[in-house]
């Protein structure tokens, strides 16, 4: 099914309302989502919607959170999340913490009590926006064992990092620390495909190439003990320093619905003019993208990539042309509405009688 | 031949303050390189001084340099090192960072004009003491294609980050972002030993387990485009950021012996008591590292290790047995202090007429 992405946004937002969210709010958590499948990352786009309001409707996530700092230094904040959706305490966060940069020079962010936050690039382009360098960084339930261990402990914790550039589209990366994203076993279990080797391991720890076995077992991170020590980094900030849950102490969005995920996040902001005049810099950044882009390609390979430029690419193309979802994640997304009496037929570019 | 590290540590002082440098900087770099030696990095011990006093001899590394702040925001430094030794430069930025982090609760540092910082674990430790969440990256020259070329353009740039934690030994990691180390495919070619597969390619783009092929070609970035990304954010961070040379654009230790290096590095420190009181935060690490030693292994897996914990144990063994180099390590450390007099016999171990 086809969904121009305006539509798609205006869906989710109007599910969102109906399940307690502020319009504002139920904005965020839209752009966020629809976002993701604009640049092509299915796995975090709308498909989570049916998970966020179950959760909702569970009692285990906040719809009117009452986010607020309850730790602050000139370059540090502390954020209460109150258990609200992480799209929309983390824009809160975001929006705290762009001040304070701006102010101060740069700032850590440290969030507690909140859930997930869905796609980290939602938050980073917030940053580049305003000239700042920006981080976003996530706790998850665990999924992940240790290196040298079988059962897993940590999430697939995601690490986005952006710059703006000048004439060039920013540079943004936006990685599960696993080698691939764990939505995008989730959408290979959802659609009966296998995964290719080295993904994960099942539960005994022998390599599986079944989608399903691989969830109930754990995924590998990326690039061995380094992949595995960044995302341990990134639960030390999100989870250990902030006071959220950490390592198997954060409560699964799939499985407890008795429950607060008590997720983490970690956000870092700096202000490029306090260290360059911000013209300069993304000359440099220019300069760095075109070296890159002319440099002598491998074989087989016709145009070299920088991080986030796919996804820049892949944006363009879907706003133009529209976002298509699988008869799965549709008719999920549907029932999501049908609850409600939202009706998903009109928001359907192929279904629609809607004025553009 | 074996060497206490202290000796060892004296050797390397007295050498450098033949080349120009104060005896106090000479500390800082001998602490830096036979801290590496201790921990079991001897890539990055003292089989790097030779190529430094040749650039300091060189007139292109300066023994004595004005390190000053040069842009400063609550938040931020950003730091002139007006060419001195990199661990010279890093130590003083990282004390004025542990000041201002001190006061204002973290602190971002970029440095331009440095040049090779040797092991970044040595900068972790000085903010960890403090009880600071403390990172350590640099870039470095050119040895990496960007992820779909063939023809090197960014560096190993390492990542080094580190937390303390309470009656456990601090989780630290100190990684190249490539597969592994540059420094030790130069060990392999300096033995005359071979490199597994994967490592690096030639300079057709090939793959090679050739180490001397590896080094006039490219090496291969960890984890394939996530590992590459990283590495390409610390040198936007160390040399987009802060003015020193990014990409092709920072000079060669081993080869451009007519001009500074132009390296750039990035620092960050946290004050973890702005966000949670410290002995809280050191329990629940421990609770965390507890937690992940004792989960289950995997075949033949005798004891799960958090990063820094190998070495950890092999400082604490090392320390007591003593740093064994090798015949070629050994004379070409010999030969740098013979061109000022200095003589190593009195060093070592098997020679020593020296008290303790």
């Keep these: 099914m086809l969904f121009h992405s305006t539509d798609l946004n205006h869906y989710v937002v109007d599910v969102l309302r109906k399940a307690g969210l502020s319009a504002e709010d139920g904005k965020v958590v839209a752009d966020n989502l629809v976002g993701a499948n604009l640049r092509g990352v299915d796995s975090h786009g709308v498909t989570r919607l049916s998970i966020y309001v179950k959760r909702l409707q569970a009692g285990v996530v906040n719809p009117r959170p009452n986010v607020q700092v309850v730790e602050e230094s000139d370059a540090t904040l502390l954020i209460d999340g109150d258990d609200g959706m992480g799209q929309v305490v983390g824009k809160k966060a975001i929006d705290l913490g762009i001040e304070k940069a701006?102010?101060?020079?740069?700032?850590?962010?440290?969030?507690?009590?909140s859930t997930h936050f869905g796609t980290g690039a939602y938050f980073v382009q917030q940053g580049i926006e305003k000239d700042l360098i920006t981080y976003a960084m996530s706790n998850a339930?665990?999924?992940?064992?240790?290196?040298?261990?079988?059962?897993?402990?940590?999430?697939?914790?995601?690490?986005?990092?952006?710059?703006?550039?000048?004439?060039?589209?920013?540079?943004?990366?936006?990685?599960?620390?696993?080698?691939?994203?764990?939505?995008?076993?989730?959408?290979?279990?959802?659609?009966?495909?296998?995964?290719?080797?080295?993904?994960?391991?099942?539960?005994?720890?022998?390599?599986?190439?079944?989608?399903?076995?691989?969830?109930?077992?754990?995924?590998?991170?990326?690039?061995?003990?380094?992949?595995?020590?960044?995302?341990?980094?990134?639960?030390?900030?999100?989870?250990?320093?902030?006071?959220a849950g950490f390592g198997s102490h954060i409560n699964n969005i799939y499985g407890d619905f008795d429950k607060p995920q008590n997720v983490g996040h970690f956000f870092q902001l700096i202000d490029i003019s306090r260290l360059m005049p911000v013209e300069q810099f993304k000359q440099r950044m220019d300069q760095m993208i075109e070296e890159i882009k002319s440099s002598p390609k491998a074989a087989g390979v016709e145009e070299i990539f920088l991080p986030g430029e796919i996804e820049y690419n892949t944006e363009e193309k879907r706003k133009a042309e529209g976002i298509f979802l699988s008869k799965e994640v549709y008719e999920d997304l549907m029932q999501v509405g049908e609850q409600y009496g939202v009706d998903i037929n009109p928001y359907t570019t192929t279904g629609s009688a809607r004025e553009r």
Tied chains: 1, 2.
Excluded: C
């Design 102 to 113: 701006k102010q101060n020079g740069a700032v850590y962010i440290g969030v507690k009590r």
């Design 141 to 243: 339930p665990s999924t992940m064992a240790p290196w040298g261990g079988i059962q897993p402990y940590i999430g697939t914790n995601p690490y986005a990092f952006g710059v703006p550039a000048g004439k060039h589209r920013p540079i943004i990366f936006d990685m599960a620390t696993s080698v691939v994203a764990r939505g995008k076993i989730i959408t290979a279990a959802q659609e009966g495909k296998d995964i290719p080797e080295g993904w994960a391991i099942d539960k005994e720890g022998n390599p599986t190439t079944n989608a399903q076995a691989g969830l109930e077992g754990s995924v590998l991170p990326f690039g061995g003990p380094k992949g595995y020590s960044i995302s341990l980094m990134i639960d030390i900030l999100s989870g250990v320093l902030t006071g």
